[in-house]
């Protein structure tokens, strides 16, 4: 069983930057398509940012395009989320998970690390 595990998240201004990283158990990380997801106080869980196997293909939702960068580093299971002009509507509860391939459901799921940003 895969276990991902998420870290990085914490308090910070609106303006300031955050580096979330999730760190996979288990060989076949480099092969799965792993994601950024994110949950708000009383709303659904809702998708962030994903990467291909080679990370050489990103996706984003149009709110975090370009201040949010997801990547990988497959040598050591790892997958990041650099987070940058944060705002307050950023704040929630942060996931990484992963998937086989395209349209497959996500899989494995992180426990989530909490991002504040205060105004």
């Known amino acids: 069983q895969v276990q991902l595990v998420e870290s990085g998240g914490g308090l910070v201004q609106a303006g300031g930057s955050l580096r979330l990283s999730c760190a996979a158990s288990?060989?076949?990380?480099?092969?799965?398509?792993m994601g950024w997801f994110r949950q708000a106080p009383g709303k659904e869980r809702a998708s962030v940012a994903t990467?291909?196997?080679?990370?050489?293909?990103?996706a984003y939702v149009d709110s975090v395009k370009g201040r949010f960068t997801i990547s990988r580093d497959n040598t050591i299971n790892t997958v990041y989320l650099q987070m940058n002009s944060l705002k307050p509507e950023d704040t929630a509860v942060y996931y990484c998970?992963?998937?086989?391939?395209?349209?497959?459901?996500?899989?494995?799921w992180g426990q989530g690390t909490q991002v504040t940003v205060s105004a």
């Open positions: 998970a992963q998937r086989v391939r395209a349209g497959a459901p996500w899989s494995s």
């Open positions: 288990g060989r076949t990380f480099r092969t799965y398509i």
């Open positions: 990467i291909d196997w080679s990370g050489s293909s990103t």
